[in-house]
């Protein structure tokens, strides 16, 4: 039988991985022969730059941040690459908000705070579930059952919330998109395993 796949080398992380599912993102990038990866631990995102006959690897890791504040102690909860036609971006989430950095995590671009009510509540506060649509836009999930558009620039921070979509108030665990002509659909999937569509009709 013919194998389909064959084990390269193992590549060593600065820290252990959170048990967290989905908690892997890569990005391929042909040009420069490179492969990024992402794993999320407690507060840190560990990344890795392999080249593709992995003699060479780079390490960085990007700490949870809150807008100015240069680190922060609350939890990431994703990390993830999204790819437009006119740019890589990362995106992170966090119990605070979320922050998107160009692809190789050297500068972040933008920083959205979650709204977080004035006196403590039992229901945990979180962004999760990470997307990009289209040409340029980027969609996140909230623990409120929300869902975040981005309207992202071809360059520059710039990036501005288009629009904030409410159908539901489970939590979005996660999230993902396809396009089908001038279709495009996002799959909502929350704690009861609740599967919400919604249809991008235009640009």
């Not at 809150?66 to 922060?72: I, L, M, P």
């Not at 990362?90 to 009510?117: C, F, N």
């Not at 909230?142 to 409410?166: A, H, M, W, Y």
Request: charged share 15%; with cysteine.
């Amino acid at each position: 039988m013919t194998k389909m796949y064959h084990r390269e080398k193992s590549i060593q992380l600065k820290s252990s991985a959170s048990a967290l599912y989905n908690n892997l993102s890569v990005l391929r990038l042909a040009p420069r022969s490179l492969t990024h990866f992402a794993v999320v631990h407690a507060n840190v995102v560990n990344l890795v730059s392999a080249s593709w006959d992995g003699l060479n690897y780079s390490h960085r890791q990007l700490q949870s941040k809150e807008g100015n504040v240069a680190t922060s102690s609350s939890l990431i909860m994703q990390a993830a690459w999204c790819v437009l036609p006119s740019r890589d971006l990362l995106v992170v989430t966090s119990q605070k908000g979320i922050q998107m950095y160009e692809s190789d995590g050297s500068i972040m671009v933008y920083w959205h705070a979650l709204d977080t009510p004035e006196t403590p509540t039992a229901k945990a506060i979180f962004a999760r579930g990470i997307a990009s649509v289209r040409d340029k836009y980027i969609c996140v999930g909230v623990s409120s059952g929300g869902l975040l558009v981005f309207d992202v620039p071809s360059k520059g921070s710039n990036i501005t919330l288009s629009e904030v979509l409410e159908e539901h108030t489970e939590a979005v665990t996660d999230m993902a998109s396809e396009c089908s002509g001038s279709t495009v659909k996002y799959s909502l999937y929350t704690t009861i395993s609740f599967c919400g569509l919604w249809k991008l009709l235009s640009n």
